[in-house]
């Protein structure tokens, strides 16, 4: 099985101030089809999560530009450029590659 | 507007099935693979499985941990997917979602919650 690893485990943001999110996978995500698939969720608290990026750093309609993401092949990393206070909850990482999907777990971010 | 819901879920004892139900509007159910996924209490998000859609055959996966016990199915003409849990474990314990697609889907349900207790 592919093996999420993210860091941190919390972080704690100024309203404004910049935070980033890292995922490393035990396997290279990149398929031979070209394509990354390396995924960005947010689950607020008491809510199903919402994807916020997809194939590592593509948006997805409707969300926040805040939100960016990069990486290649095992690396990767979610950035919000200017954290504000909806933003608060648990960021997971996932991989589509290989079966079983696995997401990473959890980065949760918390508004100072 | 997609909408998923999911429905089924309770307290329920060790050993004993339930059948979750995933109930869709919004999309042609029948060009979709649906997904099935859940999170134990406090804990983080885990893949549990999923059906292809009829052009592909209908064929499905399933997590290690619940191969054997969990089954996935469909009703295209209802628009409902099932997820058919057999010989539930206090550990299959926490909240159901269903999902259109496999991998990148960003449309969920709201989520049901499954409690086994002996």
Known sequence: ?112 | EVQLAESGGGLIETGRSLRLSCTTSGFTFSDYAMSWFRQAPGRGLEWVGFTRSRAYNETTEYAASVKGRFFISRDDSKSIAFLQMNSLKREDTGVYFCTRGITGTRYWGQGTQVIVSS
């Open chain 1, 1 to 112: 099985d592919i093996v999420m690893t993210q860091t941190p485990l919390s972080l704690s943001v100024t309203p404004g101030q910049p935070a980033s999110i890292s995922c490393k996978s035990s396997q290279s995500l990149l398929h031979s089809d070209g394509k990354t698939y390396l995924y960005w969720y947010l689950q607020k608290p008491g809510q199903s999560p919402h994807l916020l990026i997809y194939e590592v750093s593509r948006q997805v309609s409707g969300v926040s530009e805040r939100f960016s993401g990069s990486g290649s092949g095992t690396d990767f990393a979610l950035h919000i450029s200017r954290v504000e206070p909806e933003d608060v909850g648990i960021y997971y990482c996932m991989q589509g590659k290989h079966l079983p999907l696995t997401f990473g777990g959890g980065t949760k971010v918390e508004i100072k």
